[in-house]
């Protein structure tokens, strides 16, 4: 099962990522003080490129783990496993994490089962300890060792939301797709297009975003527009680079993808 990916970034490799608001400060005082995070906010608003970028910033090994509805805490922890030399103990990405004193950081940690993310609670309190009762040992997390989580609150309802006495372990942060302008420089920063196909493109979402909860369950992403502007930039069509990028990840039915395009059209134009 592959559920983590360890990144080093070098200093000349930081992801790019643009700020809106005091994020990067209140992510390094929490850092400095061994302080887990949490992270709220929309699908494909840059959660995960902010941590990717702080990171590298802070130059931490980074581990992150997809969480899904089937992860265990031995797919957090590690296992025993059966090699040609016997059975031999496997770390999984938390307990790499925090013998590294990397930062590791669940996604979407509201999918996965509670009784998983239990594990996680001598890490964040003032003990800062992993446990591995399978080993009988007990590692205690060095000051580079950091927790991040992230979820969209959207998906929350009672089955699949966290726990109290697991979100009040951590300092949150809220964020949300960004104001015309900054989401338009980002789009310009990760894309490379100019400022008027960017505007253009921010309006279309903005638009797009207007029908959230009344045809749509999601408003486009700005993940979603930086792969319509690559497209783009790329020569591929407007309109289809739109509705390739914006429509159709955005819904399956046939009648609110034509209704979505005529959107586009009256935003974009011919």
Not at 148 to 164: C, D, H, R
Request: proline share 6%; with cysteine; charged share 25%.
């Amino acid at each position: 099962m592959n559920t983590n990916d360890r990144n080093l970034y070098t200093q000349d490799e930081v992801p790019w990522y643009r700020p809106q608001g005091d994020e990067l400060s209140l992510f390094e005082h929490a850092w400095n003080h061994n302080l887990p995070v949490m992270i709220k906010g929309p699908t494909g608003c840059g959660k995960t490129r902010f941590v990717q970028h702080m990171a590298a910033k802070l130059g931490r090994p980074l581990y992150t783990v997809a969480c899904h509805d089937d992860l265990t805490a031995a797919d957090l922890v590690g296992r025993h496993l059966i090699g040609e030399q016997g059975t031999y103990w496997c770390d999984g990405p938390l307990t790499r994490a925090v013998r590294e004193g990397a930062i590791c950081y669940l996604d979407e940690v509201v999918e996965a089962r509670k009784d998983t993310t239990v594990v996680l609670h001598p890490l964040t309190d003032d003990r800062r300890i992993l446990p591995i009762e399978r080993t009988g040992e007990t590692l205690k997390a060095p000051p580079g060792f950091m927790l991040v989580v992230s979820y969209n609150p959207g998906y929350q309802n009672l089955l699949k939301g966290m726990k109290p006495s697991t979100r009040q372990r951590f300092i949150a942060m809220s964020f949300d797709f960004p104001e015309p302008e900054l989401e338009a420089e980002i789009l310009i920063g990760e894309a490379g297009i100019d400022a008027e196909l960017a505007e253009r493109l921010v309006k279309l979402a903005i638009a797009l975003r207007a029908l959230k909860d009344h045809y749509l369950e999601e408003g486009a992403s700005t993940r979603l527009l930086v792969y319509a502007a690559t497209l783009i930039r790329g020569g591929y069509d407007i309109r289809e680079a739109c509705r390739a990028a914006l429509v159709e990840p955005l819904t399956d039915d046939t009648d609110t993808i034509e209704a979505l395009m005529e959107v586009v059209h009256a935003t974009i134009g011919d």
